[in-house]
C-alpha cells in the first residue's frame, strides 16, 4: 500500500498502462486509414444531426428511433457540439472506453484474484486489439458501463449499481439480461430506496421514447427480427465466441476445431473453482450464464447472422471467465501444493511477462492496422464504394431527393440526400414482409431515386411505375450497383 492511499501499487501500474496505451492508440490513429462500418455511421448521423439542433432524426424532420445506443448518442452528440467530427469522436470515445474497461476488469478481478493475477487478466484485455469491440459502435462503452454495475454491486453500493445497470441498458436494451437478475438478488440492489433509481432512470428514457419517436422498443428490432433460424444464428454465434484469437500456438485461434473451442467452455466453466466467484452471484451469473442468455435471446429474436457485434458483451465476458477460471485454478494449485513463495513469484511474472510479450506483438500489428490502408470487403472497400458513389449523388442529385437504398449509414453521413431505408431500421411504416424487397419499398414509398446492387438497367415495380438507371459503379473491392431514377413508363 501507498501511505496514506487505499490503492495499491500494482494499482498505479494498471491505471499508468491504461494510461499509456490509450495515449498510443489515439496517436497511432491519427493516420485515419481505418475506417467505421456502416452501420456504425447510422449513430454518427443521429448523433450530428442532434449537435445540429434537428432533434434525434436520421432524417431531418422524422422522429424514428433508428439507433441502438441512447447513451452513446448523447455522447457522440455532445461531442460533436464542442466541434469534434464525429466519427473521429467515436474512434477516440472508444479508446478512452477500451482504457477504462481494462482498468475496471483489473478492479474486478482484484476481487477475485490475487493482485498480480488481477494485473495479468487487464493487460491481456487492454493490450490485444482483438478482445476489443468494433471502434465505432457502443460495444466498448457498454463493457465499461457493465464492469463498473457489477463492481459496484459485488461491492454493495446499491444506489451507485443501479445508476449504472440504468445506464447500462441506456448504452444496449439487452443489458436488461445483465441488470435485472442481479438488481434484484442483491441484497442492497433490491431495496426500494436503491431500486427507484434503476427505475426511475429507465422510466424516464422510455417517457421520453414514448412522447418522441411513439415508439418503447427501438425500429432497429422490428427491422431485424425474424431474418435468421435459431439454430444458425446459434452456432454461427458460438462459434465466433470461442475463437481465441491471443492462444494461437495452443491451436485455439484462427478457425479452431470444434475440441478447442469446447475446451474454451470448459475453461469458462473452471471460474467456479473461485471461491469468489461461487459466493457472489453478481460475478458467477455474468461470468456463467449471462453469455449464454445473451446469445439465445437474440438467436431466439432471429437477428442477422454475422452481425457479431450484437452480442459483444457475452463474447467479452465468456472469456473473461476462461481467463478467469485457468488463472484461478493455478492460484489453488499454488494454495494447496506446498510450492516456495520464491517459484510462485517467478510463476507470476513468467505469465506477466507472456502478456506484456504478447501485447506487444499485438501492439505492432495495431500500428499496422491504423497505418495500412483498409481494403477488407466489409471494411475500408466498403467505406471506398459508398464515398464515391456519395460524392457522385452531391454532385448530380438535388438536395434533399428521396434515395431508396439497403446500407443507409455511409451515404446519408456524406450527403443531403432524404433515404428511404429498404433494411427498415431508419424508415418505417412498412410491413414485415416488405423488408430488404425495393421492389415493395419503392410500391409504397414512391422515391425519386434508389440505389441498387448489381448492373440494373432499369426496374418497374408495376405498372405506373417505371424507374431507369442513370449511373452505374463497377465493383471496386465491393459490390457493383446501379442508381435508378423515376420516369414515365
Known amino acids: 500500500m501507498i501511505a496514506g492511499r487505499r490503492f495499491h501499487v500494482v494499482d498505479v501500474a494498471m491505471a499508468l498502462a491504461a494510461l499509456g496505451w490509450l495515449i498510443f492508440a489515439i ?6 486509414q481505418k475506417v467505421a462500418g456502416d452501420d456504425a455511421f447510422i449513430s454518427f448521423q443521429y448523433a450530428r444531426n442532434l449537435a445540429r439542433g434537428y432533434g434525434f432524426v436520421f432524417n431531418q424532420g422524422e422522429r424514428v428511433w433508428g439507433f441502438t445506443s441512447p447513451l452513446q448518442t448523447l455522447e457522440l452528440g455532445f461531442l460533436t457540439t464542442l466541434g469534434y467530427e464525429t466519427a473521429r469522436a467515436a474512434f477516440v470515445a472508444a479508446f478512452l472506453w477500451i482504457a477504462v474497461a481494462a482498468v475496471l476488469l483489473y478492479g474486478l478481478g482484484a476481487r477475485l484474484l490475487p493482485r498480480p493475477l488481477a494485473l495479468c487478466l487487464g493487460l491481456f484485455f487492454l493490450l490485444d486489439r482483438t478482445e476489443h469491440g468494433s471502434l465505432g459502435l457502443e460495444g466498448n462503452l457498454l463493457i465499461a458501463v457493465q464492469l463498473a454495475f457489477l463492481l459496484a454491486a459485488t461491492a454493495d453500493r446499491g444506489r451507485l449499481a443501479n445508476i449504472l445497470g440504468a445506464l447500462a441498458c441506456l448504452v444496449r436494451p439487452d443489458s436488461l439480461l445483465l441488470v435485472l437478475p442481479i438488481v434484484v438478488v442483491g441484497r442492497e440492489t433490491r431495496k426500494l430506496e436503491n431500486l427507484i433509481w434503476f427505475a426511475g432512470i429507465g422510466v424516464a428514457w422510455e417517457g421520453f421514447a414514448l412522447f418522441y419517436f411513439g415508439e418503447l422498443v427501438p425500429n432497429s428490432y422490428h427491422a431485424k427480427s425474424g431474418l435468421s433460424q435459431f439454430v444458425p444464428f446459434f452456432a454461427d454465434a458460438f462459434n465466433a465466441m470461442t475463437g481465441f484469437s491471443f492462444a494461437w500456438r495452443w491451436g485455439l485461434a ?3 476445431s ?25 460475478p458467477a451469473y455474468t461470468l456463467l450464464l449471462y453469455p449464454w442468455l445473451l446469445v439465445g435471446a437474440y438467436a431466439w429474436i432471429g437477428s442477422v447472422t454475422g452481425h457479431h457485434w450484437e452480442f459483444y458483451s457475452a463474447r467479452f465476458f465468456l472469456r473473461v471467465s ?24 517467478s510463476a507470476v511474472a513468467a505469465l506477466l511477462l507472456f502478456t506484456l510479450v504478447s501485447g506487444g506483438f499485438r501492439a505492432a500489428a495495431m500500428v499496422k492496422e491504423f497505418s495500412t490502408k483498409d481494403a477488407s470487403y466489409w471494411g475500408g472497400a466498403r467505406y471506398d464504394t459508398y464515398r464515391r458513389i456519395a460524392d457522385w ?24 440526400v432524404k433515404v428511404i431505408d429498404v433494411a427498415g431500421i431508419v424508415t418505417r411504416g412498412y410491413a414485415p414482409d416488405e423488408r430488404k424487397n425495393y421492389a415493395r419499398f419503392m410500391l409504397r414509398f414512391s422515391p425519386t431515386y434508389a440505389m441498387v446492387y448489381g448492373n440494373v438497367p432499369e426496374m418497374q415495380p408495376s405498372a405506373s411505375m417505371y424507374y431507369r438507371r442513370i449511373a452505374y459503379f463497377s465493383k471496386q473491392g465491393f459490390e457493383d450497383f446501379s442508381i435508378l431514377e423515376l420516369g414515365a413508363p
Do not use: K
Open 393 to 416: 449523388m452531391n454532385a448530380n442529385l438535388p438536395q434533399g431527393a428521396t434515395v431508396a437504398i439497403m446500407e443507409v449509414g455511409t451515404i446519408a453521413y456524406f450527403t443531403d
Open 27 to 32: 496517436a497511432i490513429s491519427a493516420q485515419g
Open 322 to 345: 476462461a481467463a478467469i477460471g485457468l488463472l484461478s485454478l493455478g492460484n489453488r494449485l499454488a494454495e494447496r501444493w506446498p510450492v516456495r513463495p520464491a517459484l510462485q513469484r
Open 254 to 256: 484462427g478457425d479452431p
Open 258 to 282: 470444434m475440441a478447442s473451442r469446447v475446451v474454451l467452455v470448459l475453461l469458462g466453466g473452471l471460474a467456479l473453482v473461485n471461491p469468489n466467484v461461487r459466493r457472489r452471484f453478481a
